[in-house]
C-alpha cells in the first residue's frame, strides 16, 4: 500500500482524516504546540482502516497530524507532566466558531479525554512517515446498548 498523505480544508475532508486516525494510538509526549509556528503536532500509530475491515491481515504505520493556524490548545482527562501515558484516537471533529473560519478542533480520545485546538481555520495534515508493520489486533468497539 501507498503512503497516505491528506490535506482537510473543511469538514468533509476532515472526516476523511479522522476515519484514517480511528484507533491510533500515541503517547502524550508525541504531541507538541510551536506557538511562534501556530502548529500543532501529533506523531503516532495509526490502524490502516482502508485496506478493509475484513482483510485477512492488519497493519499499522507511524503517522503526523499536522494542524495549522492554531491559536491555542487545552487538553482534558490527559496528565500532561505522563509524557508516556498512551491515547487512543477516537475522532476528528470541528466546531464552528462565531466568525467563519474560525472555530475548534477536537481530538477526541478514548476515557473521556479531549484536546480542543482554537483555529483562525482549517487546516489540517496527515502523512504516513514510515513502513507499514503487521498487528495481529484489530480494535474493537462494542456497541453500547
Known sequence: MDSLKLV?????DLAVISA???DAVFKTGDTAFLGQNKTF???G????????RDAKTF?????VLA???VLSVRSRGIDLKDTDAVHSLLALTFVPGDEAPAGAIEIVLSGDAVIRLEVECLEVQLADIGGGWETKFKPRHPLGL
Open 20 to 22: 484514517c486516525l480511528q
Open 8 to 12: 482537510a480544508l473543511d469538514e468533509t
Open 45 to 52: 500509530n495509526r490502524f490502516v482502516w482502508e485496506e478493509g
Open 67 to 69: 494542524v495549522k493556524q
Open 41 to 43: 503536532t501529533l506523531e
Open 59 to 63: 497493519e499499522r504505520r507511524r503517522a
